[in-house]
C-alpha cells in the first residue's frame, strides 16, 4: 500500500509497507502537508480534523508517528486528498 498526497496533477508516494487504518505514515506525508496546515494555522487543522493541536505539531516536528485514519482526517480538514492503495 502506498499513501499518496494529491493536489492538482502532483503526487509523491510516502509509503511502500502495507498500510492499514492504524499503520504509521512517514514523515514525508508531514512535509507534504505542512504547507497547507501553515494556511490555516496548527488550531484551526486540529479543530477542523479533531486531531488535538499538540498531536499535529509533534507529527509535524517528527516526533510522533500520524495514523492513516489521522492523516485522512487531517487532509479532509485541510481539503487536499491523500490516497491509501493496495499494489
Do not use: H
Not at 494529491?6 to 511502500?16: D, H, K, L, S, V
Not at 504509521?24 to 488535538?52: C, F, M, N
Amino acid at each position: 500500500a502506498m499513501a499518496t498526497i494529491i493536489t492538482g496533477q502532483a503526487r509523491a508516494f510516502t509509503r511502500e509497507r502495507p498500510a492499514r487504518a492504524g499503520a504509521p505514515l512517514t514523515d514525508t506525508l508531514a512535509k507534504q502537508l505542512a504547507p497547507y496546515v501553515a494556511l490555516i494555522g496548527q488550531s484551526e487543522t486540529a479543530r477542523r480534523s479533531g486531531v488535538s493541536r499538540s498531536m499535529i505539531c509533534r507529527w509535524l516536528n517528527g516526533k510522533a508517528s500520524l495514523s492513516v485514519s489521522r492523516a485522512e482526517k487531517i487532509a479532509r480538514a485541510l481539503n487536499v486528498s491523500i490516497e491509501v492503495r493496495q499494489d
